[in-house]
């Protein structure tokens, strides 16, 4: 019997056709990244100093379907980041221009989820430029290979999320002032990375009823839950010597059978008193309101979906012989959280929040730093929207149904 390798399996299932996906019809997807920054540094020594960065980067792609399920056309990418010194006039700028021919493989689980292959390959330009002048230009080609996932919140509208898995590119980078300098490097990679979520529309002939699915659940409106979160309950850093401890609770009561509004408070203490007399003491505090969009899977198991904003304040001080150093932080960070809950009895269950897509928003910072006779103070702040998926804070909660 001959063995199937496991890609091509995957790849050339049959699969339910819908209507967005087949012959003939077209797609458009829009992604981008954008953020905004700022420091200013002061001291009783020297005159204070302002710093601005900015940076935007904006990719679209378009496509036709040559075949059910298969699609291929092209992307641009366009990026600008900028950096200024206001009190010199310095000021540096990197355009960014890319342009890449692209084919996709579909596999289609059900009519509002598409898992799709990606493959690429194109050429990009990247000038650095000083007080003006080009001082380095970078040509680089390359080709990668990524997954893709495509889910329908309307008919021909979807949200699509898609990331590298392995990539190949040349760059040339040519110097430009007394002495011409090239180097040309070749990089290869293999793992997830740039990680991109945007909004795409699928348009063409159209069949699918595309009607909206009962509203199952295994819970009932009004119904509310209290949860303890256990993953932070206590930290300890042996070699540091550093303990902290950190306490989290949330509530909330289901508004339709699988639509639940809630809030959530987190707060944490750290302490560390090491034998150098370095003294560190840092709490912190935040405050999110979430929604929960849940779907019944099997039995007393339901997958769900948390999205909020977090809004947070952390302060910490650190002490030694001769320095003592403050910073108060401020953030308001949106981010949407996968889970799954299995319902123990009829008042209590246990939820699994797998990962966290952190959307970054906004955040501020002040430092203070007290040496002998002088204090030097540093003022952050930044706005960034660049979603970021993170397998590692996954987080586990009890979660306690008073009025079953």
Not at 8 to 36: C, D, I, K, V
Not at 117 to 124: E, F, H, N, R, V
Not at 173 to 192: C, H, I, P, Y
Not at 257 to 267: S, Y
């Given at each position: 019997?001959?063995k199937i390798?496991?890609l091509?399996?995957?790849?050339?299932?049959?699969?339910?056709l819908?209507?967005q996906?087949s012959?003939?019809?077209?797609f458009?997807?829009y992604?981008?990244?954008?953020?905004?920054s700022?420091?200013?540094?002061?001291?009783?020594?020297?005159?204070?100093?302002?710093?601005?960065?900015?940076?935007?980067n904006?990719?679209?792609?378009?496509?036709?379907?040559?075949?059910d399920?298969v699609?291929?056309?092209?992307?641009?990418?366009?990026g600008?980041?900028h950096?200024?010194?206001?009190?010199?006039d310095?000021?540096?700028?990197?355009p960014?221009?890319?342009a890449?021919?692209l084919i996709r493989?579909?596999?289609?689980?059900?009519?509002?989820v598409?898992?799709?292959?990606q493959?690429?390959?194109?050429?990009?330009?990247?000038?650095?430029?000083?007080?003006?002048?080009?001082?380095?230009?970078?040509?680089g080609?390359?080709?990668?290979?990524?997954?893709?996932?495509?889910?329908?919140?309307?008919?021909?509208w979807?949200?699509?999320?898609?990331?590298?898995?392995?990539g190949?590119?040349?760059?040339?980078?040519?110097?430009?002032?007394e002495?011409v300098?090239?180097n040309v490097?070749l990089?290869?990679?293999?793992?997830?990375s740039?990680?991109?979520?945007g909004?795409?529309?699928?348009f063409g002939?159209?069949?699918?009823?595309?009607e909206?699915?009962?509203?199952?659940?295994?819970?009932?409106?009004?119904?509310?839950?209290l949860?303890?979160?256990?993953?932070?309950?206590?930290?300890?850093?042996?070699?540091?010597?550093?303990?902290g401890?950190?306490?989290?609770?949330s509530g909330?009561?289901?508004v339709?059978?699988r639509k639940?509004v809630?809030?959530?408070?987190h707060?944490?203490?750290?302490?560390?008193?090491s034998?150098?007399?370095?003294?560190?003491?840092s709490w912190?505090?935040?405050v999110?309101p979430?929604?929960?969009y849940?779907?019944?899977?099997?039995?007393?198991?339901?997958?769900?979906v948390?999205?909020g904003i977090a809004l947070?304040?952390?302060?910490?001080k650190?002490?030694d012989?001769?320095?003592?150093?403050t910073?108060?932080?401020?953030s308001?960070?949106?981010?949407i959280?996968p889970?799954?809950?299995?319902?123990l009895?009829t008042?209590?269950?246990?939820a699994?929040m797998?990962?966290?897509?952190d959307l970054k928003?906004f955040?501020a910072?002040?430092?203070?730093?007290?040496?002998?006779n002088?204090?030097?103070?540093?003022?952050?702040?930044?706005?960034?929207i660049?979603?970021?998926?993170?397998?590692n804070?996954?987080s586990?909660s009890?979660?306690f149904?008073p009025g079953?």
């Amino acid at each position: 019997m001959k063995k199937i390798p496991l890609l091509t399996l995957l790849l050339g299932l049959s699969a339910p056709l819908f209507a967005q996906t087949s012959e003939g019809n077209r797609f458009m997807s829009y992604t981008g990244n954008l953020s905004f920054s700022g420091s200013k540094t002061a001291s009783d020594l020297t005159v204070p100093t302002r710093e601005r960065t900015y940076d935007i980067n904006l990719e679209f792609s378009r496509g036709k379907f040559i075949r059910d399920n298969v699609a291929h056309g092209w992307n641009v990418g366009l990026g600008y980041n900028h950096y200024k010194i206001l009190e010199s006039d310095y000021a540096s700028s990197t355009p960014f221009l890319s342009a890449n021919y692209l084919i996709r493989r579909y596999v289609v689980p059900s009519e509002r989820v598409r898992v799709f292959a990606q493959g690429t390959l194109g050429a990009s330009y990247r000038p650095s430029i000083a007080d003006g002048e080009i001082t380095l230009n970078t040509f680089g080609a390359g080709a990668s290979l990524g997954l893709g996932l495509t889910y329908f919140y309307k008919k021909n509208w979807a949200w699509e999320a898609t990331a590298n898995l392995a990539g190949l590119n040349v760059t040339h980078a040519r110097k430009e002032d007394e002495k011409v300098v090239t180097n040309v490097q070749l990089n290869g990679s293999f793992g997830v990375s740039s990680f991109k979520i945007g909004l795409a529309h699928y348009f063409g002939s159209s069949s699918s009823a595309f009607e909206e699915p009962p509203q199952q659940s295994l819970y009932a409106v009004g119904t509310g839950y209290l949860a303890a979160d256990l993953s932070t309950l206590h930290t300890s850093y042996p070699m540091a010597n550093t303990t902290g401890v950190g306490v989290g609770f949330s509530g909330g009561k289901f508004v339709s059978p699988r639509k639940l509004v809630g809030i959530g408070l987190h707060g944490s203490y750290a302490t560390a008193n090491s034998s150098s007399e370095n003294v560190l003491n840092s709490w912190g505090a935040n405050v999110r309101p979430f929604v929960e969009y849940y779907w019944p899977i099997a039995g007393k198991w339901s997958i769900f979906v948390n999205s909020g904003i977090a809004l947070g304040y952390n302060s910490t001080k650190t002490t030694d012989t001769d320095a003592k150093r403050t910073n108060q932080s401020y953030s308001a960070q949106p981010n949407i959280r996968p889970g799954i809950q299995y319902q123990l009895t009829t008042k209590w269950a246990i939820a699994a929040m797998i990962g966290n897509l952190d959307l970054k928003g906004f955040y501020a910072s002040k430092m203070e730093l007290k040496q002998s006779n002088t204090t030097t103070t540093n003022t952050t702040f930044n706005f960034e929207i660049d979603p970021t998926y993170q397998l590692n804070t996954t987080s586990l909660s009890l979660r306690f149904y008073p009025g079953r």
